[in-house]
């Protein structure tokens, strides 16, 4: 039986996409929002484990990324793994700041943030697993995961998914899981070929490492779609994490300590140069 979760899954994907489609370009953040935000950047870890620079440089040359977004993606995902992760305290320290400073912002969005202890640990879970899933690679073709599912999936919206076609999901006000499993079988399987790769399996096996219970419950619907191998929990062997595996603020530390032996290597050598020529004078 398609089960309530996984069918739910497909249509908020499919009505995150539609909508991403007509995203207008003249969103506006309130000054207290943009305040809170370039503060966190100019944190040294959170702008490194956040790869801050490149979101920033991204937003201020709005023209040239919204010519190639792709590219200014790839530009700031490959920063962002080779960084280091957040510590759960900059996690924190990032979710509360945020929900402070751009409260009036989440509340013209209708989102709502309640910081209970069970939120902030999903919020750490969900962080390392999305952060492994953003950084997927195909060894095969050197491309990442994520960029390669963007184009597909844009190709997808603008060939197959309308407004339509998301309101067709839902009856009285409520999902229909008959017609998500058609929809899921009939036109996202067959017309997305990105979604029983080894890119999906690993993502798949990466969600499923960090939120065992919950990942599980679509196997049985899954596995029909892309065979059982696709939900053994296994990671391909053509496809891998390119996340750094240290924390952003050890990785810090280390450049500086290494900045600072070469400074005094650097002094180091020109005592021993000035003692030769000394040496040679004498």
Known sequence: MFSFTRASVFALVAAAASVSAQVPNNITISK??????????????????????DLINAGINKTQTLA????????????????????????????????TGCSEDLKAANINIDLTTNTMDNIKTGYR??????????????????????????????????????????????????????????????NLNSACTSCAKAAFSVAKTQFPTLVSKADSEVSDVCGDDFVNGQMPADVQVIAKNASAASLLAKNAAATVFGRVSGVQLGAVVFAAALGLLL
């Open 68 to 99: 190639d977004p792709l590219g200014a993606a790839t530009t700031w995902i490959n920063g962002l793994c080779s960084n280091g992760w957040c510590s759960e305290g900059v996690l924190q320290s990032f979710i509360q700041n945020v929900t």
């Open 129 to 190: 697993a999305a952060r492994d899933i953003i950084c997927l690679k195909d060894t095969s073709s050197g491309d990442l995961c994520a960029i390669d599912t963007l184009k597909e999936a844009s190709q997808f919206v603008q060939n197959f998914l309308s407004f339509n076609t998301v309101l067709s999901l839902f009856s009285g006000g409520s999902f229909d899981a008959n017609a998500g499993k058609t929809f899921l079988q009939t036109t996202l399987i067959p």
């Open 32 to 53: 207290e929002c943009t305040s809170t935000l370039f503060n966190l950047a100019f944190s040294p870890e959170a702008s490194a484990c956040f790869n801050a620079p």
